[in-house]
């Protein structure tokens, strides 16, 4: 059974940190890329960023040079640090395979909150 679980959100001051996290099961975690998605109040699901299995990572504009993705192909486990928040950043925040494969059912995702 897939189960991908994300934690690690909350509400935060613009400026502040979070890091989130994705624990999978059930699936060969080390031969898949990943990718964090987030979801904004009536905005469609948007890629934030992905890594490969070796650690390779992209970003979308809109975050690069504040997030940064990472895994742990042992603890089967991506990580999302997120630094330096805006408002626009609000959105739920869920993880999965990287675009242009197969995804795998999706979690509850985690809330992020930034605001004053």
């Known amino acids: 059974q897939v189960q991908l679980v994300e934690s690690g959100g909350g509400l935060v001051q613009p400026g502040g940190s979070l890091r989130l996290s994705c624990a999978t099961s059930?699936?060969?975690?080390?031969?898949?890329?990943m990718g964090w998605y987030r979801q904004a109040p009536g905005k469609q699901r948007e890629v934030a960023a992905t890594?490969?299995?070796?650690?390779?990572?992209n970003y979308a504009d809109s975050v690069k040079g504040r997030f940064t993705i990472s895994r742990d192909n042992t603890g089967n486990t991506v990580y999302l640090q997120m630094n330096s928040l805006k408002p626009e950043d609000t959105a739920v925040y869920y993880c999965n395979a990287q675009p242009g494969g197969p995804f795998f059912p999706w979690g509850q995702g985690t809330q992020v909150t930034v605001s004053s």
């Open positions: 890594i490969t299995s070796y650690g390779g990572a």
């Open positions: 059930g699936i060969a975690f080390g031969r898949y890329s």
